[in-house]
């Protein structure tokens, strides 16, 4: 027993696995498994002509909607009052009923048969069966019912034929359309019957046919593709039905062919998985970005809506107080005015008064007070002759016009003003220790709040992700960058929610190795009556000066220049490092590459007077042999620049792509210094091309040599500061 259940439970074990991997693979194409008309898992679904699929409930909700609203036009015609009223969805049956009398309805509408695809949203025509002539497609609702079979995994499928208690089903028969339990199942199928032979599968409540059935002649198996129609039919469709001049092909070579079209879609969709989930992240952050912009639209539309409700609040209170100081002043005016217009009736104010004074009998009295009265009366007189309200009661000047801005904020609309392009300056731009990448924005462009600097290393195994950094400036500097790699680089402006197009995209390459920092050294062999260093002493210029003149004085039949030697202020003893310089193109011999400590020391105390005019190495044969020799005795292992060209040697011990001997001056050299491998290269530094390399002896401490002859000028590439690599990560 004990060996049983040892068998029996890794056994289990692997069928409990396998089925939560079903369960698992199957739950993750949930999406293909809803009908889009109803939104539902599909049930019974029929393939339309159009090749999506559709439930067989819904295709037919489809058609009498599709009824319904060819009646309502009519109706709409007749009575344009009424209001439509959307039907609820009817039962299956009630459709059936519809659909099979919809014809004879009215004699004047015909029979629907055509249909707005949910999938693809297409008018379809169903032909003249209509829905009879589908296809139902098994394949799909097999596929739905192991999806509700993992999603409903705790619940059994009991047998069709048990007297209670019911049992539990095991198989289900496909012939018999029933589930059965073991029992149930040898009852109703015993040995030696008919039914013995049926096909049974696992318990199950999908029963499909196990023949497909032509829908226009349904005595008939399907047996032929039609290559046209893309749809199963049978010999009699070929024969004499809608198929009969159409290209059909048997259905073992169409299902052989759509089969292997099938796979080799899957495995080219499998094999581009890490771009697939490289693009899923893309369009995360897409939705990320989308999300905060989109807020951020929000907040700045709110912002400047509210700042046009603070200025017309503001506008509001000026204009109703003028309008109400105004109406104040004026009504002031006219009550006193009117005032003293009451004053001249009889009895009252300055008449009343006057009559009063009459009544004066002392003359001088009267005298006194009368003559100022009396010029009171005349001012009366006179206001009554010429008639003039004190304030006029019209408002037309404080009338406040809004017609255009009624029609400025009718059209208020989202900016159409975008950002124009950023482009990145290539001469500007540049690797060195570090990346210093610079743009520039077009003038006849608003300027942007931001950049957002995006770059990926350029390399088939490498994932394709952009990396981004944000920066307010025109410049950014990177110092997470690989050696000896190519990156890609874009940028996009940035304002409020604005973004403007990417710019084009430029690809720059690391230096093959750690940059190597030095200056030149003004104290061993440097000549300082030919040779001219500036204060930083990262500039070097060869000059001819007055000795050289003074020494041609005594030269007769001709003069030899030599060259002129200066090295770097510190050297390499291991590893492998890089350096870039320029040379400016107008110089006559300018040297450069390496040199040897001990090589320099024996050099310098037993020297060769090679500078003689009398000396040649050469025999005159190009085998190379003897500038292997020579080079072999010389600290100096030197590149030859000059009249705008770069020099590549013919040696033996000399590897290079190039066949000419000479090749334009590139803007920057390089120089690539293997010290462990006994490898120096020589560099296109904008492109970070080898132009050449070499073997070369190292042997104690290797410097960066230089050597310049006649005219000519060598600049050190200027290191990106550390503080501003430091400065550009904090940003």
């Known amino acids: 027993r004990l060996d049983n259940f040892c068998f029996f439970f890794p056994l289990q074990c692997s069928h409990l696995f396998g089925f939560f991997f079903l369960q698992a693979v199957i739950r993750n194409i ?27 409930k819904c295709v037919k909700e489809l058609l009498f909607l599709t009824m319904e609203d060819s009646t309502d036009v009519s109706s709409e015609v007749s009575s344009p009052g009424s209001p439509r009223i959307r039907i ?30 949910p999938g693809c949203l297409h008018d379809v025509d169903l032909g003249e069966r209509g829905i009879h002539g589908l296809f139902r497609n098994f394949t799909l609702e097999t596929i739905v019912e192991r999806y509700r079979q993992a999603a409903r995994a705790a619940t ?14 095991t198989k289900s028969c496909l012939d018999c359309s029933a589930s059965y339990c073991n029992e149930c199942f040898k009852i109703h199928h015993p040995w030696g019957t008919v039914k013995a032979q049926h096909e049974y599968v696992g318990p199950t409540t999908n029963f499909r046919p196990k023949v497909l059935m032509c829908p226009e002649h349904e005595s008939e ?6 290559e046209i129609c893309r749809r199963p039919v049978c010999h009699l469709c070929k024969l004499a039905g809608a198929h ?109 008064y006057a009559q009063e004074v009459l009544k004066e009998t002392d003359h001088s009295c009267f005298v006194q007070t009368a003559k100022q009265l009396y010029t009171r009366i005349q001012k009366a007189t006179e206001s009554l002759k010429t008639f003039h309200p004190a304030a006029d009661s019209c408002f037309e000047d404080y009338f406040v016009d809004v017609s255009k801005e ?13 950002l124009d392009m950023p482009e990145i300056d290539e001469k500007e731009s540049k690797i060195y220790n570090g990346a210093k990448i610079c743009w520039n924005q077009p003038n006849d462009s608003g300027l942007a709040d931001s950049y957002l600097l995006e770059y990926r290393k350029v390399d088939k195994n490498e994932d394709p992700m952009w990396n981004e950094v944000e920066t307010t400036s025109t410049n950014k500097v990177l110092s997470d960058l690989d050696l000896n790699s190519s990156y890609c680089f874009r940028v996009q402006g940035l304002k409020g929610s604005v973004c403007s197009p990417r710019s084009k995209e430029v690809i720059l390459r690391t ?74 193109p107008y110089s006559y011999m300018v040297k450069v590459g390496v040199a040897s400590d001990i090589k320099l020391q024996e050099w310098l105390h037993n020297p060769r ?77 904008d492109t970070m091309t080898c132009l050449y390399e070499r073997d070369v002896d190292c042997i104690g401490t290797m410097y960066p040599a230089f050597a310049l002859m006649g005219g000519g000028v060598i600049r050190l590439e200027e290191v990106i500061p550390a503080k501003q690599l430091d400065y550009s990560q904090e940003m």
């Open 156 to 169: 059994a499928i009991m047998c069709d034929l048990c007297k209670p208690p019911v049992q539990e089903s």
């Open 609 to 685: 007077d090679i500078s003689s005019p009398r000396y040649d190495q050469d025999s005159g044969h190009d085998s190379g042999s003897e500038d292997v020799a020579f080079d072999a005795s010389q600290p100096f292992t030197l590149a030859t620049i000059g009249m705008k060209k770069f020099v590549i040697p013919k040696a033996l011990n000399v590897s290079t792509a190039y066949n000419e001997r000479t090749i334009p001056l590139p803007s920057r050299i390089g120089v690539c210094l293997d010290y462990d491998k006994g490898k120096v290269g020589f560099y296109d530094a």
């Open 221 to 226: 198996k399907v047996n032929m593709y039609c």
């Open 88 to 117: 609820q969805s009817p039962s299956v049956e009630r459709l059936d009923r519809i659909l099979r009398s919809g014809s004879k309805r009215n004699s004047l509408t015909p029979k629907i048969t055509t249909l707005s695809c």
């Open 406 to 418: 009624e029609n400025m904020l009718s059209d208020l609309s989202f900016s159409k003003a975008v």
């Open 511 to 584: 230096p093959p190795a750690p940059v190597f920092s030095f200056f030149f050294d003004d104290k061993c062999g440097y000549n300082k009556e030919h040779l001219l260093l500036n204060d930083r002493r990262d500039t070097v210029e060869s000059i001819a000066g007055l000795p050289l003149l003074l020494g041609a004085e005594r030269v007769q039949v001709g003069c030899y220049m030599c060259l002129d030697y200066i090295i770097a202020d510190v050297g390499i003893t291991k590893g492998k490092y890089f350096w870039a310089f320029s040379v400016e």
């Open 30 to 56: 949930e999406r293909e498994l809803v009908c889009p008309s109803c939104k539902e898992l599909y049930t019974h679904p029929l393939i339309l002509p159009c090749q999506h699929s559709i439930c067989h």
């Open 244 to 352: 009969a001049n159409h290209r059909v092909t048997t259905m073992s070579n169409a299902y052989k062919t759509l089969k292997e079209k099938l796979t080799k879609g899957i495995s080219y969709l499998i094999s581009k998985e890490s771009q697939v989930k490289t693009q899923i992240s893309e369009l995360q952050i897409l939705i990320k970005r989308t999300e905060d912009n989109g807020e951020h639209a929000i907040e700045e539309a709110t912002y400047n809506f509210e700042k046009l409700y603070n200025i017309l609040e503001e506008r509001k209170t000026f204009v109703l107080k003028s309008i109400q100081d105004s109406q104040s002043a004026r009504l002031e005016k006219l009550q006193n005015q009117m005032e003293e217009y009451q004053g001249l009736l009889e009895n009252n104010g300055l008449v009343g």
